[in-house]
C-alpha cells in the first residue's frame, strides 16, 4: 500500500505551523530580553536592576526550553528518555550553584580568619606617569643611585664579636 502526496501534506503544515509558532516565540522573548538589557544600563536603581536581570534568566530558560523541546524533538518523546536528560542536566545545575556557594563561602571566611589578608581585587594601584626618550632613562639611574644610597644609609651597624 503506497502513501499517496495528500496524506503528507496535512501533517507537513502543521509541523510547519508549529515551527513558525515557536519561531515568533523565541523572536518575541529576544526581542524583550533587548529591550530590558538596553533599558537596563541607564538604571541607577540597584534593585530594579536585579529584578529585570531575574526576568531576562526566566526569559532565557523559557527559550532553552522552547528549543530542547522543539529543536531537538524532545516535546514528542517518551517521558522516561525526558527524564534520561533532565535529571542528570538539573543535577549539574545543582552541582555548579553548590560550588559557587562553597566557593563564596570560602572567599568570606578568609577574609574573616585572616584580618591580614587583602583580595588582589580590592588593592589600588597607583598609575604612574609616563616618560619619553633620555628623560625615562635618566630617572631610572636617578632612581635606583636613590635606593643604593637608601640602603647604605640604613645598613644595620654590624653586632660586636665577643
Known amino acids: 500500500m503506497s502513501h499517496s502526496h495528500t496524506d503528507q501534506e496535512p501533517h507537513n503544515a502543521e509541523a510547519m505551523a508549529e515551527i513558525k509558532k515557536v519561531t515568533i516565540i523565541l523572536s518575541v522573548f529576544t526581542i524583550i530580553e533587548l529591550i530590558l538589557g538596553f533599558w ?38 517518551v517521558k522516561n528518555l525526558i527524564m534520561t536528560i533532565v535529571v542528570p542536566l538539573m543535577l549539574f545545575v545543582w552541582f555548579i550553584g553548590a560550588f559557587l556557594w562553597d566557593g563564596n563561602s570560602f572567599r568570606n571566611l578568609r577574609n574573616d580568619y585572616n584580618p591580614y589578608f587583602k583580595e588582589q581585587a580590592t588593592i589600588k594601584v597607583e598609575k604612574k606617569e609616563e616618560e619619553h626618550g633620555a628623560a625615562k632613562h635618566e630617572a631610572v639611574e636617578t632612581k635606583h643611585e636613590t635606593v643604593e644610597t637608601k640602603k647604605e644609609a640604613t645598613k644595620p651597624e654590624p653586632a660586636p664579636y665577643y
Open 40 to 77: 537596563m544600563i541607564s538604571m541607577t536603581s540597584m534593585a530594579l536592576k536585579l529584578a529585570i536581570k531575574g526576568t531576562i534568566v526566566i526569559l532565557m530558560m523559557a527559550k532553552a526550553f522552547y528549543i530542547v523541546a522543539y529543536f531537538m524533538h524532545l516535546k514528542h518523546e
